[in-house]
């Protein structure tokens, strides 16, 4: 290099030993997440950390000097290469192919070509160089403003957005203040030699972003998974309580819920039971089929509902029989309800049927007052229902 632009040696092995670590730190969160752009970005750090390597060993020794600025010249570029597919791959796109590698030849021509057409003085070299090294950053700018943005995706968008801008100003600024350099035959500022400190300070900002982007994509997939299995979860839970023919609470369900309701209210509790039985159901199904038999109690089922409050139980006690809790209502009060259900099953259409069919169901009601636990009055409203099909055969 000549005095135009000689970078600092310890500024430059101070950029080689952050580089380092953040190859370290990217291809250990890489192995964590499996994220294909991260899987790019780790690769262009080590690219990154092996052209600077051999920029200062280049320095450090004159024998070595052409083939580290090849070495130093292709890295830059392929890192420049692997960050855009990183970014391609994050924004949605297509990712690179094997049929793509070719891509890589012309980065490594120009590495070769370019410090023997600059000659020794190296300021057509920096120009050159300092612009294709800065389009890098700014097309992956631009890759990064068309990614679509989630809420876990911003804040680290940003943050590459930022880098990648401060970057592209960092390399493009260079175009004016070489050509300054030429007219004037001595370098415009001294700032050059400190530029590795600058080039770090950006390339952690833009690790930084491109953590923050990963780790926010995680984030949103954990998010979205937690949601998903708590959705499954209550889908579960419903379907282990509900019976899925005619959506009514299932006979497992029926002590965890009546008895909790009971245990909080103690001996305030009062209503009814309602015990409910299809009559004739095999007949049903022996006529026109097992569908026509479902379809027959969730037909028993809807009426049911349409006799009783939102707030009442509704179980599937059994094939055929449905038990109703009624809390807060007098035994009168329950029958009246009950009253209109055999004139809501006449005239019922069901499956497999060309002809409505009148259908018709037992009731049997007992108020809680009348016995000493759930049981006892379940039994008593299941003794109440028999007693209503025996006087419906006689009738």
């Known amino acids: 290099m000549n005095q135009f632009f000689r970078p600092n040696l310890v500024a430059l092995l101070a950029q080689a030993g952050g580089t380092a670590l953040l190859v370290a730190f990217s291809v250990v969160l890489y192995r964590a997440t499996r994220s294909r752009p991260l899987g790019y970005w780790a690769l262009a750090w080590v690219s990154l950390c092996a052209a600077v390597t051999a920029l200062w060993a280049g320095l450090e020794s004159v024998w070595a000097r052409e083939p580290a600025i090849f070495v130093y010249l292709s890295g830059e570029y392929l890192f420049g290469y692997l960050l855009l597919a990183g970014c391609w791959s994050y924004a949605g ?3 690179p192919s094997r ?12 590495a070769y070509w370019l410090p023997r057409e600059a000659g020794p003085g190296f300021n057509f070299f920096c120009l050159v160089h300092t612009l294709v090294y800065g389009s ?3 097309i992956g700018l631009e890759v990064m403003r068309s990614t679509p943005i989630t809420s876990g995706r911003l804040p680290g968008l940003r943050v590459m957005q930022i880098a990648l801008a401060l970057l592209t100003l960092d390399y493009f600024q260079f175009a004016p203040v070489f050509v300054v ?3 004037r035959g001595a370098p ?3 700032y050059w030699q400190y530029l590795p400190l600058y080039d770090l300070f950006f390339q952690v900002m833009l690790m930084f972003g491109m953590v923050m982007v990963v780790t926010g994509d995680i984030r949103h997939d954990l998010e979205v998974a937690n949601r998903n299995l ?9 379907m282990a309580q509900i019976d899925h023919l005619t959506s009514a609470l299932n006979r497992h369900v029926f002590h965890s819920l009546v008895h909790s309701r009971q245990g909080a209210e103690r001996t305030k509790v009062s209503g009814c039971v309602a015990m409910i039985d299809v009559d004739d159901l095999k007949a049903v199904n022996d006529r026109y089929g097992h569908p026509a038999g479902d379809a027959a109690i969730r037909a028993v089922a809807s009426a049911i509902r349409a006799c009783i409050r939102a707030d009442d139980l509704l179980f599937r006690w059994g094939g055929d029989e449905f038990l109703v809790v009624l809390f807060g209502v007098s035994e009168t009060e329950a029958r009246t309800r009950f009253d209109g259900l055999a004139a809501r099953l006449q005239r019922t259409t069901l499956s497999g049927t060309s ?3 009148d259908l018709s169901a037992a009731v049997g009601v007992a108020a809680f007052a009348e016995a000493t636990s759930f049981d006892d009055v379940i039994a008593l409203a299941d003794a109440m229902m028999y007693g209503a099909k025996r006087r419906q055969l006689v009738t």
């Open 230 to 238: 708590a959705q499954a979860r209550d889908n579960f839970a419903a």
């Open 188 to 190: 415009v500022t001294a």
């Open 99 to 110: 049929r793509d590698l070719w891509l890589v030849v012309p980065g490594a021509l120009l």
């Open 93 to 95: 796109w297509p990712g």
């Open 355 to 357: 002809t409505a069919v």
């Open 136 to 138: 890098f950053f700014f």
């Open 181 to 183: 350099s030429l007219f």
